[in-house]
Nanobody, 121 residues
Framework: QVQLVESGGGLVQPGGSLRLSCVASGSIFSINVMGWYRQAPGKQREFVAA???????NYAESLKGRFTISGDNAKNTVYLQMNSLKPEDSAVYYC???????????????WGQGIQVTVSS
């Protein structure tokens, strides 16, 4: 079994910052990519950012410059630093990871339960 657990969400005022964390645990052989998506009420889930185990990053164009993704391979952890937050950044943020397990050595995508981020004054 593989689990992804997010933390660090909450309520923040416009212009503020939050740092999300996501830890992968369980039966893991390797993690190829970790990333973040978000889903606001009434909207589809959208890509936020991703990072490979080699450190290559990719961002949603609209979020470049405000959001920064980083990872710690030794801790199976990915972070999302969110700065200059706007009310429209309010959403449930989901961590995901492409993980190879030692049971079949095939990569599958796993998701966390999601964590609420609310940007409001």
């Amino acid at each position: 079994q593989v689990q992804l657990v997010e933390s660090g969400g909450g309520l923040v005022q416009p212009g503020g910052s939050l740092r999300l964390s996501c830890v992968a645990s369980g039966s893991i052989f390797s993690i190829n990519v970790m990333g973040w998506y978000r889903q606001a009420p009434g909207k589809q889930r959208e890509f936020v950012a991703a990072i490979t185990n080699g450190g290559r990053t990719n961002y949603a164009e609209s979020l470049k410059g405000r959001f920064t993704i980083s990872g710690d391979n030794a801790k199976n952890t990915v972070y999302l630093q969110m700065n200059s937050l706007k009310p429209e950044d309010s959403a449930v943020y989901y961590c995901n990871a492409d993980i190879t397990t030692p049971t079949d050595f095939r990569a599958s995508r796993y998701w966390g339960q999601g964590i609420q981020v609310t940007v409001s004054s």
